[in-house]
């Protein structure tokens, strides 16, 4: 079965950085897309960024704003969230996602348009 496993989450202090992984394993890795997303206390979940996995292209949500970068590697079944200059807003747990179908970019910051997602990880930005 597909299972998608986040990891690299932890404490780090404001202009800080962090990396992200997910490990994704139960299906055929480069046939999809992975997304990020976080979810604050009280909040919605929010898309950060997605990557098709077929051919590469990736797509970020507002919330970047240039500071994060999401890549893959295939030989691994991995996906990465480098994260930069972190700020306290940034403080959530922070999931990826994947479906049964390769989701374009039009709508693959939707959460609602995924079916697998991962445990979650917690990133916590203070002083």
């Known amino acids: 079965q597909v299972q998608l496993v986040e990891s690299g989450g932890g404490w780090v202090q404001p202009g800080g950085a962090l990396r992200l992984s997910c490990g994704a394993s139960?299906?055929?890795?480069?046939?999809?897309?992975i997304g990020w997303f976080r979810q604050a206390p009280g909040k919605e979940r929010e898309s950060i960024a997605c990557?098709?996995?077929?051919?590469?292209?990736?797509d970020y949500s507002d919330i970047p704003q240039g500071r994060f970068t999401i890549s893959a590697n295939s030989a691994k079944n991995a996906v990465y969230l480098e994260m930069n200059n972190l700020n306290p807003e940034d403080t959530a747990v922070h999931y990826c996602?994947?479906?049964?179908?390769?989701?374009?970019?039009?709508?693959?910051?939707?959460?609602?348009?995924?079916?697998?997602w991962g445990q979650g990880v917690q990133v916590t930005v203070s002083s």
């Open positions: 990557i098709n996995l077929v051919d590469g292209p990736t």
């Open positions: 996602a994947t479906d049964d179908f390769l989701l374009p970019f039009f709508v693959a910051h939707q959460p609602r348009k995924y079916v697998y």
């Open positions: 139960g299906f055929t890795f480069d046939n999809y897309a």
